[in-house]
């Protein structure tokens, strides 16, 4: 089965755990976008783009034991960790298809609820796949997805490494083709998909001091995203120091007592009728 090539941040050990490690950061806006796109108990839903299953494992718990979740990954390790935690919370209300987005057919299965988290910027036929998967929409049915709009990621004051890491990341993500702010282009998408015109609410992360994850996490976004910046050039490692990124974006943020703004999560929902 063929790989996504544009997926920037690749098929990994590393890049596994820190999808988890950003599920962990970004429930809770998981969570207000199932409640307010109306996800509850009983629904059968559909998740696009599953990786090691976070989100399925939330939807789970929201649907109960009486509705049930199907979640849809293309790489094989991924869906073996996505199962195994499954299995940990003894959850037999969600399972797991192999398939790329692109090919996946439901044949008959309906659902209740198509939902997908940081999936839809690396698919170039998104409208598309939603057409087709809306189809599968029992009437009345929710299409809710979350994608990022890194257009107010910054700090204040302002901070030439963190810019720097920001605009490596950007690079990696705009060599394979991904788009970068797919946050902005969510209403767009619904409408070509022939969905509804979303309702739509954006939230963000403020984080400062020396305790917070954040310079871990954009370590390892930067990490995962290393192999794209070494094919592109851009740019050279000794450059980039990644072993020692985390205490010095840490340093330089306690130093100058940086607020610092994560990446905006757009949420936006619509129910076919």
Partial sequence: MAQALNYALGYSEQEAKRLQWQAALSQDILEDGLRRAGVEKGMRVLDLGSGVGDVALVVANFVGPQGSVVGVERWEPSLRIARQRCERKRLDNVSFVQAALEEFEPGEDRFDAIVGRFILQYLPTRAQILARLKQNLNPGGVALFQEIDNSASSEFPPSPLFSDVRGW????????????????????????????????????????????????????????????????????????????????????AVANQRTLYSSRVVSAWARFA
Avoid: H, N
């Fill in 169 to 252: 990341i950007a690079s990696a993500f705009q060599a394979t083709g991904s788009v970068y702010d797919m946050g902005a282009l969510l209403p767009q998408t619904f409408l070509e998909a022939g969905l509804p015109r979303p309702q739509m609410i954006a939230m963000q992360r403020v984080e400062s001091g020396s305790a917070t994850p954040y310079y871990e996490f954009l370590t390892e976004v930067l990490r995962s995203v290393l192999p794209v910046l070494q094919r592109v050039g851009r740019p050279k490692s000794e450059t980039i120091d990644i072993e020692t990124l985390a205490d010095r974006l840490r340093a330089d």
